[in-house]
């Protein structure tokens, strides 16, 4: 089941030089409900693809979202992405315990 989104986020950085993942602002994260290190999945707007990664945490306030490793060639700098988390625990998860988050229209959260 969903349980945590981030979306309309803009991809801000690309390192390819890099272990991999997605860096995300740790705010962010949190108002997602977006664990450090955890699995997620990512959808490029611009381009329909769509990469499973994990969420590391950035600069706090720095609202950056950093494409790292072979990651990195899926996306550049400038592309809306939408950001997911599923939990696949067996029970169910009540609608009003998962999180969006807009980035675009920051100052509400979507439940």
Do not use: Q, W
């Not at 290190?37 to 706090?60: F, Q, W």
């Not at 720095?62 to 990651?71: I, K, S, V």
């Amino acid at each position: 089941m969903l349980s945590g989104k981030i979306h309309t986020a803009t991809i801000t950085r690309c390192l390819v030089d890099y272990e991999g993942s997605l860096e995300i602002d740790p705010e962010l994260l949190k108002e997602a409900n977006i664990m450090p290190y955890e699995k997620i999945l990512v959808a490029n707007r611009n381009n329909g693809s769509r990469l499973e990664t994990y969420a590391i945490p950035g600069k706090a306030g720095g609202r950056d979202f950093c494409l790292n490793g072979p990651a990195a060639r899926l996306g550049k700098v400038g592309d809306v992405v939408t950001i997911k988390k599923s939990n696949l625990e067996t029970k169910l998860i009540r609608l009003k315990d998962r999180s969006f988050f807009d980035v675009v229209n920051s100052k509400f959260k979507i439940n």
